[in-house]
């Protein structure tokens, strides 16, 4: 087709919604599939349910620079807590499941789970710990672990795995105002999960973030389970990510930006079912221009700088912080992130320290400059020092 014309089909805002550039351009909308076939799709080791490559066009999936920097800061200890909040409940809030913040809290405390709710809580907060802890990597047999532990071990008999099986052993179904996908039959899954494992080990030239979302994507494409697929490709996606080094993944609740586009998101994956009628190649651009513009180029910039903790690590390796403030200031990272506190605040949360030994940590730890300090009435606020 004509050169100039398929510069400005490739240009278009509508690039991956087929069925509109067909009403747009529809004399040559044939010569533009075919074009797109034969030398700007890139072909991903992962096939759809025909056996068939999945595809994505690298020209329309950029990600921003600046969310690269922010996710591989380097930071330390586990997942925040402050976070593991919000990504517990936005990730069951996607899929309309309800959970309390005081609930979340009270598990994130250490505290006995009072109820089948904050059973599941639990479970999830497991889940989490589980791929933060790097030497977890990414085979069959701990994406099951993972799944038992933060889904599979609360669900109802029905839908619980078959005695002995990574996944299920029956057909299964998304269902909205009709079914909108049906899962790859079940007994193709184990390869298809064989090459999802073998994909998210393999070196290659993607772009991490990029890729963490292929893996996202495929998971949920073939719904190797009855239920918790969404939950379990949200996990897999930050797996992904900290096994790649992006330990900020651990304090950016991510999931809380997929609610807040929640419509946007199944939409994406609907747009890919749609496409494949007119293409005939499952094209998962969509839904990597979605988590693009929608998550990783909406992550806050209000994070922890990199030269605030490279001073903190200059300190702890003088010997001029102590073991307890060590503590502390793991412990006001992962518990307030952005936010400020009081003293009192933080006395009340953190459980095991002195309030003399509260108040000579702040003091101590403003005059270095990690935290900063704000007068307000008749108290102090502190928070981390961007």
């Known amino acids: 087709m004509d050169a100039l014309q398929f510069a400005a089909m490739l240009g278009d805002k509508h690039i991956v ?7 747009k351009y529809p ?8 074009t797109l076939a034969a030398g700007y799709y890139k072909e ?23 969310a690269v920097k922010l996710l591989y800061a380097a930071r330390g200890g586990s997942f925040g807590v402050s976070c593991l909040e919000d990504e517990i409940i936005s990730t069951s809030s ?12 009270s598990i994130m405390k250490g505290f006995a789970p009072k109820d089948e709710a904050e059973t599941r809580i639990l479970g999830l907060k497991k889940g989490f710990e589980f791929i933060s802890n790097k030497a977890n990597r990414i085979t069959e047999k701990n994406i099951y672990k993972l799944y038992m532990m933060s889904v599979g071990d609360f669900l ?17 179904y998304v269902v909205g105002t009709a079914i909108e996908h049906t899962g790859i039959d079940h007994s193709k899954l184990p390869a298809r999960m064989a090459e999802l494992v073998k994909f998210a080990n393999q070196k290659d030239d993607i772009n991490e973030l990029l890729k963490a979302a292929m893996l996202h994507f495929y998971l949920a494409f073939l719904h190797p ?10 996990l897999l996606h930050m797996w992904y990510l900290i096994q790649k080094g992006y330990e900020s993944t651990l304090f950016v609740p991510l999931s809380s930006y997929i609610e807040r586009s929640r419509k946007k998101y199944y939409d994406s994956f609907t747009l890919i079912e749609e496409n494949y009628k007119l293409s005939g190649v499952i094209d998962i651009t969509p839904f990597l221009k979605y988590y693009s513009e929608n998550v990783y180029d909406k992550i806050s910039k209000e994070e922890v700088k990199p030269d605030t903790l490279a001073k903190y690590s200059e300190l702890l390796q003088s010997g001029e912080i102590t073991a307890k403030e060590a503590e502390l200031w793991q412990f006001v990272l ?17 459980v095991g320290a002195a309030f003399a030994t509260i108040r000579k940590f702040v003091l101590k730890f403003t005059e270095r400059g990690l935290l900063r300090a704000t007068k307000l009435s008749n108290k102090v606020l502190y928070a981390v020092k961007n």
């Open 17 to 23: 919604d087929l069925k509109k550039m067909k009403y």
């Open 334 to 350: 992962s518990a307030y992130a952005g936010k400020s506190f009081t003293t009192k605040q933080l006395e009340k949360d953190f």
């Open 27 to 34: 004399d040559c909308f044939d010569s533009f599939l075919q």
């Open 225 to 234: 389970y009855f239920d918790g697929n969404g939950r379990m490709a949200r």
């Open 94 to 105: 996607i899929e309309s499941i309800d959970f309390s913040r005081d609930s979340v809290r």
């Open 156 to 172: 109802e008999e029905e839908n619980r795995l078959p005695e002995g099986s990574f996944y299920r052993k029956d057909s299964v």
């Open 44 to 66: 991903l080791p992962l096939s759809d349910f025909a056996g068939q490559p999945l595809v994505y066009l690298p020209s329309c999936t950029g990600v921003n620079l600046e």
